[in-house]
């Protein structure tokens, strides 16, 4: 079983954020950076450069997490144009 070496509060098993990193992983050349007390940031070696790539990519991160970028951003819109700036992706679960 894959693992991480955490899990959120909120979760029940580590699974389902391993597979979801490895995915990124393959897409995007995300590995993980940091792993904090209800966090996890990743770096991101190709992140989305189109909008509409941005767009799908923020979409997932917002079902993935209810807080991404480490600045509280709850919308896909905000998600977006943080992903189109910064390869640093944070997501924080309390």
Known sequence: ???????????????????????W?????????????AEIRLLASRSPRTRAGAQHLAAEQFAFCDECAGQGLHDVPAITDHLLNSPLWTFWWD
């Open 25 to 37: 992983e393959d897409r995007f050349g995300a590995r993980l950076l940091e792993v904090g007390f």
């Open 1 to 23: 079983m894959p693992l991480i070496g955490w899990t959120p509060s909120d979760q029940s098993d580590a699974l389902p954020i391993t597979a979801v990193v490895r995915s």
